[in-house]
T-cell receptor, first 113, second 113 residues
Framework: GEQVEQLPSILRVQEGSSASINCTYE??????FPWYKQEPGENPKLIID?????ERKQTQGLIVLLDKKAKRFSLHITDTQPGDSAMYFC????????????FGLGTRVSVFP | GGIITQTPKFLIGQEGQKLTLKCQQN?????MYWYRQDSGKGLRLIYY???????QKGDLSEGYDASREKKSSFSLTVTSAQKNEMAVFLC????????????FGPGTRLLVL
């Protein structure tokens, strides 16, 4: 199986600053690490993902880093805006084809003016 | 693009009742998943299916049955609803290189009286 730890659980940041969320995993065979954003009453939406053949990926104000040696991956939201306020979940795939994702417990991000 | 639909959107049941939740996807994805999300917590895998008529247990399968009647549909049954139970059940389907990129449906919100 897999275990994923996500920190912090709550993150308050000022508009325009950066927000960082860190996750660690246990299974060295895990090779796929997606990030989901969930707004109140909505389903989780995939915002960015990274596979184990990469160390860094960037798209539309989001950066993900993967350190396989430390079994750690992180999401960085640059230039945060009010619309970035939401729950964010990291997840890891156990490395087995079609196996379900193991999710972290989530980070509630609040962006204040 | 495609869409995942879940019915019903809200489900109110009685203690001990057998309740069935349905999920349909038109992505033509092979893999489908059922997750449970409790308030303020991450998602936990109940069942998944890698093809029609296939079923695989997740970490939380006890108390649930599932059925993959055809490629596009995956249903979940709560075999005996627990009093005061309140959770969101999320269906997902998978694609990608290893069929591990998952997209979620809108969810079914369950309340047991």
């Amino acid at each position: 199986g897999e275990q994923v730890e996500q920190l912090p659980s709550i993150l308050r940041v000022q508009e325009g600053s950066s927000a960082s969320i860190n996750c660690t995993y246990e299974n060295s065979a895990s090779n796929y690490f997606p990030w989901y954003k969930q707004e109140p009453g909505e389903n989780p939406k995939l915002i960015i993902d990274i596979r184990s053949n990469m160390e860094r990926k960037q798209t539309q104000g989001l950066i993900v880093l993967l350190d396989k040696k430390a079994k750690r991956f992180s999401l960085h939201i640059t230039d945060t805006q009010p619309g970035d306020s939401a729950m964010y979940f990291c997840a890891a795939s156990g490395g087995n084809y079609a196996q379900g994702l193991t999710f972290g417990l989530g980070t509630r991000v609040s962006v204040f003016p | 693009g495609g869409i995942i639909t879940q019915t019903p959107k809200f489900l109110i049941g009685q203690e001990g009742q057998k309740l069935t939740l349905k999920c349909q996807q038109n992505f033509n994805h092979d893999t489908m998943y059922w997750y449970r999300q409790d308030s303020g917590k991450g998602l936990r895998l109940i069942y998944y299916s890698i093809t029609e008529n296939d079923l695989q247990k997740g970490d939380l399968s006890e108390g649930y049955d599932a059925s993959r009647e055809k490629k596009s549909s995956f249903s979940l049954t709560v075999t005996s609803a627990q009093k005061n139970e309140m959770a969101v059940f999320l269906c997902a389907s998978g694609t990608g290189i290893n069929q591990d990129t998952q997209y979620f449906g809108p969810g079914t919100r369950l309340l047991v009286l």
